[in-house]
């Protein structure tokens, strides 16, 4: 399953610079199981991969993160854990558990709120991957698990723009 680079989706903001003008999701900070904030405007200056994936599939990411960053060694990557809205999380208690489960190294950043999959109206059940460009617009997005074709498609769509 994939949406084509530049694909238009209902709310898609291909092409769209994220800045003061553009979606609140640029400057919005989310923390990570280690307590680090970052945001897609930490990231300015730098193309970046954030990967968008409900917390139950979140072991999907990892195959992504070390293909794409074996290809491509200076892509930045945010790896965002879509959480249930309709549940009360506890934040520390996930931070716990995904410090347990998830390779050291990793950082997934905690999206309580769904603010992630809301922006780009995603379907978090497989891994979402939106691909940023330097200056913050959003250049492509896929949806999937992990394969060599869309893995090919992905780093197509990727190639060239990595700069830091």
């Known amino acids: 399953m994939l949406a084509t680079p530049g694909g238009a989706a209902e709310g898609d903001t291909t092409g769209s610079p994220l800045t003061q003008s553009g979606p609140a999701i640029a400057s919005q900070e989310f923390t990570d199981q280690f307590g680090a904030v970052d945001s897609l405007a930490h990231h300015r200056g730098n193309s970046v991969t954030v990967v968008v994936v409900t917390i139950r599939r979140l072991g999907m990411i990892e ?16 790896n965002v854990a879509d959480l249930p809205v309709d549940a ?7 931070a716990q558990t995904l410090r347990k489960r998830v390779p050291a190294g990793v950082a997934v950043l905690m999206d309580p709120g769904g603010a992630w999959a809301k922006a780009f109206h995603l379907d978090t059940t497989l891994p979402n991957l939106l691909l940023f460009d330097a200056e913050g617009k959003l250049k492509a ?8 074709m869309l893995a090919d498609e992905v780093m197509a769509a990727a190639s060239g723009d990595h700069s830091g």
């Not at 195959?63 to 945010?78: Q, T």
């Not at 997005?141 to 060599?148: A, D, N, T, V």
Request: glycine share 6%; aromatic share 12%.
């Open 63 to 78: 195959r992504w993160e070390r293909d794409l960053s074996a290809r491509a060694p200076g892509m930045h990557f945010m």
């Open 88 to 94: 009360n999380v506890d934040l520390d208690r996930t």
């Open 141 to 148: 997005r896929f949806r999937g698990r992990w394969s060599p």
